[in-house]
């Protein structure tokens, strides 16, 4: 049986005001005809950026008259469109049979703040995973949102796939957390113009062999435009740089005869994990008791 899934990677013009209705609305619909996209490319899975139908800055919702940080006042948001977009989202992966990953905000109960999110459609049209940014900026955990507590792994077509967002990139455990959960694919969605945070990405996919999605606003797609890491760390395809919406597509192929690929998940990922559960312990031994005698003497 063939183990392979095609990825469609997208950049989308992102808003950073919760409040402009228009702008969400736009963003919705955007998303929806990169969708249409994806899914006549073939795409199984189609990723889209953090907060593609809202990320707001804070400027927008946590920046007082006179400049200073102040607790966002969440009531401005308008909750009702966010989940207007978020239901025709899921409409449309249902109708297309398109498994979809996007970013947006989780309202929670009052006085609480809402979670920075990665929710998590099927092909079924239905929410069945939702991430929770777990690690925050210093303005994003002061003053904005509430951090996630939990990894996410799901599974579409036998391929296992895991989910970070933006800064969680600067933090590597993470993402040795999901090589020890075996996941096959991390998709990582930002919402920075940061050509360092690409190279990150990269490096992840050279450490832990395993694909990464890497999505990010079309605005700020001259920098570094949205993309897919191969096991190994080479980008297998990535968007126009023209600040324009537009799909990276590319096949996850777990049988690949790539010889990059091949050589980073049949050698290089599991000779890893032997070395990292005790191959060594018994020549540790060994060199201990050398290091003794040599003491003695």
Not at 63 to 92: C, K, N, Q, Y
Not at 178 to 195: G, K, P
Not at 270 to 280: K, N, S
Request: charged fraction near 25%; hydrophobic fraction near 40%.
């Amino acid at each position: 049986m063939a183990r392979t899934l095609r990825l469609a990677v997208a950049q989308s013009t992102v808003p950073e005001d919760p409040t402009d209705r228009g702008a969400l609305r736009s963003a919705g619909q955007e998303i929806r005809t990169l969708m249409a996209e994806a899914a006549r490319a073939g795409a199984r899975l189609v990723q889209f950026p953090e907060g593609a139908i809202t990320y707001p800055s804070k400027h927008v919702m946590a920046t007082a008259p006179d400049g200073e940080m102040v607790p966002a006042d969440w009531s401005r948001a308008a909750w009702d469109v966010l989940r207007e977009e978020a239901e025709s989202i899921a409409a449309l992966a249902g109708e297309l049979r398109l498994w979809t990953a996007f970013g947006s905000i989780h309202p929670l109960t009052p006085p609480n703040r809402p979670h920075n999110s990665l929710f998590i459609v099927s092909d079924r049209g239905e929410l069945v995973a939702r991430y929770d940014k777990r690690f925050l900026s210093h303005t994003e955990v002061s003053y904005l949102y509430t951090p996630g507590r939990e990894p996410v792994v799901f599974e579409v077509d036998g391929i296992r796939i895991g989910c970070a967002l933006c800064v969680e990139a600067n933090f590597p455990p993470l993402f040795a957390e999901y090589e020890r959960l075996d996941v096959d694919c991390v998709l990582l969605s930002v919402m920075v113009d940061d050509a360092p945070r690409a190279r990150v990405a990269q490096a992840y996919g050279t450490l832990y062999s395993y694909w990464l999605g890497y999505a990010v606003p079309a605005q700020f797609s001259a920098t570094v435009p949205s993309g897919i890491v191969a096991p190994g760390g080479r980008w297998l395809a990535q968007c126009p740089t023209d600040g324009q919406p537009a799909l990276a597509v590319t096949d996850i192929d777990l049988d690949s005869a790539d010889p990059d690929i091949n050589v980073a998940l049949r050698y290089a990922r599991p000779w890893r994990r032997l070395a990292q559960d005790g191959l060594y312990e018994d020549q540790k031994v060994a060199g201990d008791l050398r290091s003794d005698i040599r003491t003695a003497f």
